[in-house]
C-alpha cells in the first residue's frame, strides 16, 4: 500500500476533465502535484482553488520539448517523481478515411507520442531515486475501452487507444524488475468536456440523450484511479459489464460488430436529422 500523503504526482491534461477531477481527488489526501495542460489560466485557476500549493506548466504533450521540462521541472521543485499519469488527449469525430493526414498525425502527437515522451522522461527520474512503500514510482497511463474494440467516427482516437495499450502491456514487463508499476485506465464515456471539445473538431455530431445516459461520472473514474495509485493495479476498469463485453467482442467479433452497428446507425440518424 503507497501512501498518498506527500507523493509527488505529475498529471498531464490537468486542466479540464478526469485530469482535473484527479487532481482535486489528490489533493484531498495530501499528495504533491504538478498540473500540466496548454491552458495556463485554467491550471493557475485549478491551482487556486487548491490553495495555490502546486507546481503548475504550461505544457503540449505533442511537443517533445515540452514533455522533458514537464518532468524535469517536477524533479526540481520536488526531488523526485513518484507517478506520472499520461492523461492528456483528445479525440475527433470522422470516420477512417475522412480523416485528414494531419489530423491523424497531430492525434498520434498528442495521444501516444505524448505519453511516450512523459513516460521516458519520468523514468529515467523514477530510475535514479529510492523506493518509496516498495515502488521506486508508477506510471499510469489513460487509455480507453476503445482501446479494445474501435469505434465507428472514432476509428483514428481508438487506435491512439490501443497503442497506449500496447505501450503500457509492454512496459509493464520491461520495468516490473526496476521496482516501477505501469498502469493502464479504461473509461467508458464520461461525463467531461470530451464529446463537446469533439464535435468542435469535427463535423460529424456525435451527442445525442441517449449517448448522455451511458456515461459515467468523472468522480467514478477518479475515484478508480485514486485507489489504483494507492495499490497498483495491471489495468483499471470502471465498467465490469464494458470489460465483459469486450471479453466476448474478442472471441466472437460478429457480436462486437452487431453492437457497433447499431451505433453507427444511431449517428447517422442523428445526423441526416439535421438535430
Not at 64 to 82: F, Q
Not at 98 to 125: K, L, W, Y
Not at 131 to 155: E, K
Amino acid at each position: 500500500m503507497r501512501r498518498i500523503a506527500e507523493m509527488v504526482v505529475v498529471i498531464t491534461g490537468a486542466s479540464a476533465g478526469i485530469g482535473r477531477q484527479l487532481a482535486i481527488d489528490l489533493h484531498a489526501r495530501g499528495a504533491r502535484l504538478a498540473l500540466a495542460a496548454r491552458r495556463a489560466q485554467k491550471l493557475d485557476a485549478l491551482n487556486h482553488e487548491l490553495g495555490g500549493g502546486h507546481l503548475v506548466v504550461e505544457a503540449d504533450v505533442s511537443r517533445p520539448a515540452d514533455c522533458a521540462r514537464l518532468i524535469s521541472a517536477a524533479r526540481e521543485r520536488y526531488g523526485r517523481i513518484d507517478t506520472l499519469i499520461a492523461n492528456a488527449g483528445y479525440g475527433f469525430p470522422a470516420t477512417v478515411c475522412e480523416s485528414t493526414p494531419q489530423q491523424v498525425e497531430q492525434i498520434f502527437r498528442t495521444n501516444v507520442f505524448g505519453s511516450i515522451d512523459c513516460a521516458r522522461a519520468a523514468v529515467g527520474v523514477m530510475r535514479g531515486q529510492s523506493a518509496r512503500d516498495g515502488l521506486r514510482g508508477q506510471i499510469m497511463m489513460v487509455s480507453s475501452g476503445a482501446a479494445r474494440r474501435g469505434l465507428p467516427f472514432f476509428g483514428v482516437y481508438s487506435a491512439t487507444k490501443a497503442a497506449q495499450l500496447s505501450l503500457t502491456e509492454a512496459m509493464r514487463i520491461e520495468l516490473e524488475g526496476e521496482a516501477i508499476a505501469v498502469t493502464s485506465v479504461h473509461p467508458i464515456g464520461t461525463e467531461t468536456d470530451f464529446f463537446t471539445v469533439a464535435e468542435a473538431l469535427g463535423v460529424t455530431k456525435i451527442q445525442s440523450n441517449m449517448r448522455r445516459s451511458w456515461r459515467q461520472p468523472v468522480g467514478r473514474v477518479t475515484r478508480a484511479m485514486v485507489r489504483a495509485i494507492a495499490r497498483p493495479r495491471r489495468e483499471v476498469w470502471t465498467s465490469q459489464t464494458t470489460r465483459v463485453g469486450l471479453a466476448v467482442n474478442a472471441l466472437f467479433p460478429s457480436i462486437g460488430d452487431a453492437v457497433m452497428r447499431k451505433q453507427k446507425r444511431e449517428i447517422d440518424a442523428l445526423n441526416a436529422s439535421g438535430n
